[in-house]
């Protein structure tokens, strides 16, 4: 395993775990964790060098905090570091929900915790509410051994947010297509121009480059690895980047992550070409670009399933072009009246609570409500 040294003589593993994607007893929202073979990816992860874990209050509904704590209390405290996150719209009241965190890892320090996906539209309420103040001190008090945010917002909104208090480190979306099709490279080198530590979620956007369509893998130059590795060794050898998070759901995943990390095989300009043209291909095919985190499901009053419901809108949209005439690819749509007349777009009572928890503001009652003329 490649290692990054953060500071203090703190060497982080080039590739973290992330807890958002474990594996689960059975597909679907919110069913519980596979707990045997979470602790197995946690084992193998922790034989092969990764020092890394990344998880967060609301995740598995906060069953991973228990999952996790349980899973290394097995292995010497220094050997490892745990990231965790303050999520305002979760739970307000920061004291509580800190200590609860504590108490479900069974630790008494959290080695990197942050401000859970800061935008545009919740920066207010983090600033406001008086918990940056609280964890600062909970950071002199040494319960907390590094502070800074995980991100989702404009660059304008980073600017803003790195001019008040001081951050130890920044987790920012980055991938190699947000790169070159979205703002993730202004807002990696407004954090370089601060000298902030970078840590990185969503490589492959939420598994897309890591499924690509037939004609974007024929891109791909023989040699480099599957889709995902492609995707990680874009972001592993940016400068500034610490650690490089993927949520890893089975053992063939995580062995593959693993394999890249270590190798540290970096990318050719005319293999980063390559992916830009990808990036492009894939723009003309993506309407929305949902990365299926779930954080709009459990806001939604009537409990919609929207990652679902969009992946559908994408097949439609991408046929639609395709075709030149979107009458004719609106039967990509039928499958959904198969679901129950109240997990239908039609359903979505447009309150914008999804969009208010989006880490990327999709302005989701909008497709919702395509979607329901059309299938009407």
């Known amino acids: 395993m490649r290692y990054e040294i953060f500071r203090d003589h703190v060497k982080l593993s080039k590739l973290g775990l992330g807890a958002m994607r474990l594996p689960q007893t059975e597909p679907g929202f919110a069913k519980p964790i596979d707990v045997p073979k979470a602790r197995e990816l946690i084992d193998y992860c922790m034989a092969q060098g990764v020092n890394y874990y990344d998880t967060a209050y609301i995740y598995h ?27 305002v719209q979760a739970n307000p009241d920061y004291r509580l929900q800190f200590r ?28 406001q509410c008086g918990c940056i103040p609280f964890f600062q001190e909970q ?46 490279k202004e807002q990696y080198e407004i954090l370089r121009e601060h000298g902030i530590p970078i840590m990185v979620m969503e490589p492959d956007h939420g598994g897309m480059l890591a499924n690509l369509p037939e004609e974007c893998l024929r891109l791909l130059p023989s040699g480099g690895g599957s889709p995902a590795a492609w995707a990680l060794r874009f972001v592993m050898q940016l400068p500034g980047v610490a ?66 419901l969009l992946s559908a809108y994408n097949e439609y949209r991408d046929d639609a072009a395709t075709l030149g005439k979107p009458e004719m690819a609106a039967w990509r749509l039928l499958r959904l009246k198969a679901l129950p007349e109240n997990k239908q777009p039609a359903a979505c009572i447009g309150c914008g609570s999804c969009t208010a ?20």
């Open 243 to 308: 650690v490089v998070l993927s949520g890893m759901s089975d053992m063939e995943q995580t062995k593959d992550n693993v394999a890249t990390a270590a190798s540290g095989q970096r990318l050719s300009d005319e293999e980063i070409s390559r992916l830009k043209q990808i990036s492009g291909m894939l723009r003309k095919k993506i309407a929305v670009p949902c990365t299926a985190c779930r954080y709009c499901c459990d806001n939604c009053p009537q409990g919609l399933d929207i990652p679902s």
């Open 100 to 127: 609860e965190q504590r108490t479900r890892l069974g630790m008494e320090y959290i080695d990197f915790y942050m401000l859970h996906g800061v935008t545009d539209l919740t920066v207010q309420a983090y600033e």
């Open 61 to 87: 509904g906060g069953n991973f905090e228990v999952v996790l704590g349980q899973a290394l209390s097995g292995y010497p405290r220094d050997s490892y570091y745990v990231a965790d996150k303050f999520n």
């Open 139 to 184: 950071k002199r008090l040494g319960h907390i051994r590094y502070l800074g945010f995980s991100f989702h917002g404009t660059p304008a909104c980073l600017r803003e947010l790195l001019k008040k208090n001081g951050w130890d480190f920044v987790q920012i979306q980055l991938n190699y297509y947000d790169w070159f099709e979205g703002t993730a």
């Open 357 to 376: 928890h989006c880490p990327q503001a999709l302005e989701i009652p909008k497709y919702l409500q395509e979607m329901a003329a059309l299938l009407q």
